[in-house]
């Protein structure tokens, strides 16, 4: 058992140095917001290359080859940042469900990284994005009800954005989804995104499916998704993604 833990802890920390490529990066992080609770629901932490370079770079050098590897790395990166920053909100951490090829197995990394960091399981939310190219909608839902009976929370991330929205919702049902923020780009004077955000928000109370709004930029846009009842919102209104730290939140941008 001993030399399991250790395995466990070497595998973690390779990961964390990211020995296991040929390149490395690291996480900047941004809140998500309830604006009801005037509080930070959750930091998603987010690729950046090591001098700050958007997530775009990072992704030039990921390939079939070395997927696995990639995402298993983000998620110690993640879990190790957010435990030295001292994170007590949720933690949301994208993950490939490409690179999950048996989920009970791609999961240990995970916990051990929970484990050896000392950050809680059971506050950690994985997002996919609607727009990943899924090509077996049952190996998806497999990997969501595993890390659902393993406690995590789940969200699609961009839904919207993608052509399979409300298809996806269906087979996968998640905790949580994330509005694209094509959708609450100046909802406050567009009444057919309002249309639309207001049946999207009807369909997942009706599921017991929790909304954030992604990328809010302005008070009218708050306001707006405010009237409609969305609590959860995210984007540069509130703060932009923070270079290894946490950015905060002026008591002021929860006003409506």
């Known amino acids: 058992m001993l030399e399991q833990a250790n395995f466990r802890k070497l595998g973690c920390a390779e990961c964390a140095n990211a020995t296991c490529l040929s390149f490395d990066f690291t996480m900047a992080f941004q809140p998500i917001v309830n604006i009801r609770t005037r509080s930070v629901y959750s930091q998603e932490a987010l690729v950046r290359g090591l001098d700050n370079q958007p997530a775009g770079m990072v992704f030039e050098s990921v390939n079939e080859s070395n997927r696995y590897a990639f995402d298993q790395a983000c998620r110690v990166k993640a879990i190790q940042l957010a435990a030295e920053l001292g994170i007590d909100s949720f933690l949301n951490i994208n993950f490939l469900p490409t690179a999950v090829y048996r989920p009970e197995l791609c999961i240990r990394t995970t916990l051990a990284a929970a484990e050896l960091y000392g950050f809680p399981a059971e506050k950690i939310i994985f997002e996919f994005t609607e727009v990943d190219q899924v090509d077996s909608p049952e190996h998806l839902l497999d990997i969501v009800e595993h890390y659902r009976h393993l406690g ?105």
């Open 152 to 256: 995590f929370k789940t969200a699609i991330d961009d839904f919207g954005a993608g052509y399979s929205g409300l298809n996806m919702l269906a087979n996968t049902p998640t905790d949580l989804i994330k509005l694209d923020m094509e959708l609450i780009r100046n909802i406050d004077r567009d009444k057919t995104r309002q249309v639309i955000v207001r049946g999207i928000l009807g369909i997942c109370n009706e599921l017991g499916i929790e909304v954030i709004a992604e990328g809010v930029e302005t008070a009218e846009e708050v306001k707006a998704l405010a009237g409609e009842g969305v609590e959860l919102m995210q984007g540069y209104y509130f703060a932009r993604p923070s270079f290894r730290s946490l950015a905060s939140v002026d008591e002021n941008k929860y006003t409506v």
